[in-house]
């Protein structure tokens, strides 16, 4: 099966822009989800379909893809952004899941 | 607005099966076009994807469970339920339910579940 990689952690301060790949085989045909993990509560929705953001998702939360890496961007991130984000995909067989990368707002 | 609980033993012996509900409050199984799936997160972080059963009932179950899974849904009772046979150490972790779209396994998960901790243990 395929996997999709993550760095495991990426820093920014306040007010700045965070930037998280999520890099698999074939990416560039397949759609990629995103989703937001705070300490001790289930992952949330944050975009889907590459780059479409559910309702009550910030402006400030992006998704893009450029061949095989995809790209969550947080502009102006707040502490409240902190945590794990996941990238998602499929492969021949199954859902796949990115190994997760812990943002830190420092 | 669709919630999603889970419930079931939290602790499991080896060689034994386990057993956890879903129950839905918000919505409806009648309501098709979702996919109502299992996904596990081990200790660590890592995310694995289980299975789903569909609005038509239509089944689907990662493979490297090797045939140890079933999903099923019980309308009357609002909840799809998931059934994982022959458990050891390595199905310890955090399970989650949740509410899949797109179509069959291109589909992503809103919302997920609290999670339940579910230890494999003697």
């Known amino acids: 099966s395929s996997d999709l990689t993550q760095p495991p952690s990426v820093s920014v301060s306040p007010g700045q822009t965070a930037s998280i790949t999520c890099s698999g085989t074939?990416?560039?045909?397949?759609?990629v989800y995103w989703y937001h993990q705070r300490p001790g509560q289930s992952p949330i929705l944050v975009i889907y379909?590459?780059?479409q953001r559910p309702t009550g998702i910030p402006e400030r939360i992006t998704g893009s893809k450029s061949g095989s890496t995809a790209t969550l961007t947080i502009s102006g991130t707040q502490t409240m952004e902190e945590g794990d984000y996941f990238c998602q995909t499929w492969d021949t067989t199954s859902l796949i899941f990115g190994g997760g990368t812990k943002l830190t707002v420092l | 607005q669709v919630l999603l609980q889970v419930s079931g033993p939290r602790l499991v012996r080896p060689a034994q099966t386990l057993s956890l509900t879903c129950t839905l409050s918000?919505?409806?199984?009648?309501?098709?076009?979702?996919?109502w799936t299992w996904i596990r997160q081990h200790p660590g972080k890592g995310l694995e994807w289980l299975g789903y059963i569909s609005y038509s009932g239509t089944t689907y179950y990662n493979p490297s469970l090797n045939g140890r899974l079933s999903i099923s849904v019980d309308s009357s009772e609002n909840s799809f339920s998931l059934r994982l046979t022959s458990v050891t150490g390595a199905d310890t972790a955090l399970y989650y339910c949740?509410?899949?779209?797109?179509?069959?396994?291109?589909?992503?998960?809103?919302?997920w579940g609290q999670g339940t901790q579910v230890t494999v243990s003697s």
């Open positions: 074939d990416l560039d045909k397949k759609n």
């Open positions: 918000g919505g409806s199984f009648s309501r098709g076009g979702y996919y």
């Open positions: 379909q590459d780059n």
């Open positions: 949740a509410r899949g779209q797109g179509s069959g396994i291109r589909q992503w998960f809103d919302p």
